[in-house]
């Protein structure tokens, strides 16, 4: 055997060891973003618009976006996007509703009110007071996960569709979050929800 | 030479892939059995006999969960110890079993069994009993809704699995009912719903004597572990919050960002405790609709404004407290809070003043 192929060999078994350590050590899942999530700037952009595109198709604008009144009727205020329910809007006194109705919407699409009580859509820009600022990715994965506050707390409330978003994979969970956090901060306190039968002070 | 140093190469890479592959696979990691029965709780399926290894025990400061009835046991494997080197931290070794029963008028209703099958990782499950009262079904992870009565028309559900890491898993998996503070021989004899200490019971003093623990550390059958407070009600005030908010609003949960902790440090008595220094006086998060600008957390004298009570109060899912377990008020423990939030304004200076200073 010349020594040739002795150093040959073993180089060939030294890389195929080092990159099962590799692979084996290496916290990547299927998705090919890992637990703390893209580590290359390239990687990060990817993520965040991959969280855009969630945020757009998803219809989260729907509701966190406050509507304002157009040409053409009800439409989206991009200077307050993602922000929620406005602090200056008008409160939407608990529904009282006739027989056949469900719930009574508010006048900028952001507040909610049915049996359950008056919710009101939360600022999702990271102001640290008033909006996701303060919180966890594993925070904000375990509410979409379980449908409960933080994953603790209490529901999160009608009409958010809580049985579509458990059924978001961890990575997607991630994307929206990094995008969330990649917007304007805006300072918005939106109200804490009202129990049924309970006026708003 | 080349080709057989590469095909050595490659199938010793594969041959690693594959065992790795295999392992990352759980090697077949345990899972609960399908029957209660199958658990190893009892010694005989046919009579319910509990097993004599099983130990029986009972927390100084129980959870409330519309007023079941509960039995515990503890199974320890043979030989092994539990690590009280932290004593706010123990550390169970890897096989302990524990099972929570619980009964509502004099029914068994579910089984919850955890059970440690490698370090830090625990099987969490829930047994539904039979109408013949004679085993138990696992349930599925997702829990069971409404499966009994407990009051008026109220009705209990087993937990989801989820939910129950929601409680149990801060950082890492606790016992609730296991620990230095719950075992104490020291016991509070006004913690409420706490059921009489028999001898067969397991408590810090028996755990000593027989050499379980690791370190041994006697000196907590001499200076038994208890909440140092300035009155009686209020040693049971802090006890109860601890059992009944402290599994979630504690320093190592996965929401301290919330900064509430009520979890009653062993290791830290003689200081304001966090279960002060976090509430009283405290603005929050949620703010009691009726009170508004004088809402705290905790608002000395004043149980109307202070959202802890009102929040207790509540069975609303919007606002109650806890958010999960229970859908019956503890009518017992917001008697006992609102006059400890309400009386002794000598004693509520001086906790202030410790906490200040």
Not at chain 1, 146 to 171: F, I, W, Y
Request: aromatic fraction near 6%; include cysteine.
């Amino acid at each position: 055997m010349r020594l040739t192929n002795i150093v040959w060999g073993a180089a060939v078994i030294t890389a195929a060891i080092i990159l099962t350590a590799v692979l084996s050590t290496a916290s990547v899942k299927a998705d090919g973003v890992g637990d703390a999530g893209p580590q290359t700037k390239a990687g990060k952009t990817a993520q965040i618009a991959r969280g855009k595109y969630l945020v757009d198709i998803m219809g989260c604008h729907d509701c966190h976006t406050p509507m304002k009144l157009g040409p053409n009727g009800p439409e989206w205020d991009m200077t307050r996007a993602l922000s929620g329910h406005p602090e200056d809007a008008p409160s939407l006194p608990p529904a009282n509703l006739p027989a056949g109705y469900m719930a009574a919407i508010g006048g900028t699409f952001t507040s909610f009110s049915g049996p359950w009580g008056t919710s009101f859509t939360k600022n999702l820009t990271p102001d640290k007071e008033t909006g996701l600022g303060d919180w966890t990715v594993e925070e904000f994965i375990a509410t979409m996960q379980t449908g409960r506050e933080r994953g603790k707390g209490r529901p999160v409330l009608p009409p958010m569709p809580v049985q579509n978003l458990k059924a978001l994979s961890d990575s997607d969970i991630r994307a929206l979050f990094a995008y969330l956090q990649s917007l304007p901060a805006i300072k918005n306190r939106t109200p804490q929800p009202v129990e049924p039968g309970n006026s708003q002070q | 030479m080349k080709y057989l140093a590469t095909t050595i190469a490659v199938g010793m890479f594969a041959a690693i892939v594959r065992a790795s592959a295999a392992s990352e696979a759980g090697g077949a990691a345990p899972v609960a059995p399908r029957l209660l029965t199958q658990t190893g709780l009892y010694a005989n399926a046919a009579t319910l006999k509990i097993d004599s290894r099983n130990r029986t025990f009972s927390p100084q400061y129980p959870l409330w969960s519309d007023g079941a009835t509960k039995r515990r046991w503890v199974r320890l494997p043979e030989g092994s110890m539990i690590n009280v080197a932290d004593l706010a931290n123990w550390e169970l070794p890897v096989g302990t079993k524990f099972w929570k029963e619980f009964s509502f008028n004099g029914r068994k209703v579910e089984t919850r069994f955890l059970w440690q099958v490698k370090k830090n990782h625990w099987v969490f499950a829930s047994y539904a009993w039979n109408d013949a009262q004679t085993d138990a079904v696992l349930a599925s992870e997702s829990g069971v809704s409404n499966i009994a009565e407990v009051e008026n028309g109220k009705r209990h559900s087993i937990p989801s699995v989820s939910e129950c890491r929601a409680c149990h898993d801060s950082k890492r998996t606790e016992i609730l009912g296991f620990t230095a503070l719950q075992l104490s021989d020291d016991r509070d004899p006004n913690a409420l719903h706490a059921e009489p200490l028999t001898s067969d019971m397991v408590t810090l003093k028996t755990l000593i004597d027989a050499n379980l623990l690791t370190p041994a550390r006697p000196e907590l059958v001499k200076n038994p572990p208890r909440i140092e407070a300035g009155s009686p009600v209020t040693r049971a005030a802090l006890g109860y919050l601890s059992t009944n908010c402290g599994n979630c609003h504690n320093s190592n949960s996965t929401i301290a960002s919330l900064g509430l902790d009520l979890k009653h440090d062993v290791t830290r008595n003689g200081e304001c405790t966090p279960a002060l220094a976090t509430t009283v006086g405290k603005r929050g998060h949620w703010i009691v609709p009726e009170a508004q600008d004088a809402s705290r957390i905790i608002n000395p004298g004043q149980p109307e404004s202070s959202a802890l009570v009102r929040r207790m109060k509540s069975r609303r899912p919007i606002s109650q407290m806890p958010p999960i377990g229970t859908v019956v008020t503890d009518r017992q423990a917001v008697d006992l809070i609102t006059s400890w939030v309400q009386s002794n304004p000598e004693e509520w200076q001086q906790m202030v003043a410790r906490c200040a200073a």
